[in-house]
Every structure is written in C-alpha cells, then in structure tokens.
C-alpha cells in the first residue's frame, strides 16, 4: 500500500494529490500544487536531482504552501544511506525546504508506521480517525 492510500485511510476526507496519478505535465503539477492546502515532499535516494521533482518543490515554494518533508527509511525501498545525501542531491534554491520543515522518518513496521502517520497528520493540522 502506498503512503497516499495509508494517509486517505487514516483521515475521513483527506484527498491526497499525486503526479502521476494526475496530469504529469508541469501545467498539471502546478495546478495540483495550487490547489493542495500542503505539500509533501518524499524524500527518497536521488529525488531532489529529478527535474519534476524540483519543479514541484519550486511550485510549492512560489505558492507558499507548508512543505511536509518525509523521508523513506528502508534501503529496500529508496532510503538515502545518510540525511545529508538528501541535502546534498537538492539544488541551492531548494535547500531551504529543509529548514521549513523537520523530514518525518516513513517506516513500514505497522506500530512505527502509525506513529509516522500521526506525525505526517498532525504536520498538516489533521489527526488520525480513532476506530
């Protein structure tokens, strides 16, 4: 299950915007970007060099939008092996984005995962539906 999916499941009515489930072009990005209350950058090995990915984090900034940084925390699955990779690997007008905001650790362990969860919710002003 992706991050999206764990965070509309555990928020009733967060709707959660994704590029390439969307229109991929950079009118698309932008019009998704702008029409999101935050922004929330995932940060995994190499995203910052990507040129959509840097396009969106510039959207983002241009527009003002809260940045919610959460990085990836398994090498399995994209994980840097250090934080500072990730700072390194973003372009000088993108440095900023880290301190915007403190990067919440994504694990995939059910019990640390929820806590990560709570976090990401709570960075964007929501909480977690209780059963």
Known sequence: MTLKLFLERACTGLRCWVDQDQDPTEAGMRQGISNSSHYLLYLTKDALTRPAVQFEARTALSLNKPVILVRE??????????????????????????????????????EFRDVSLRKILRAAGMTVDEP
């Open 73 to 110: 925390t398994d090498p399995r699955w994209g994980a840097a092996s250090s934080f500072d990779d990730y700072i390194r690997d973003a372009p000088d007008d993108l440095k900023v984005l880290f301190s915007l905001s403190t990067a919440i650790p994504w694990f995939r362990d059910k």
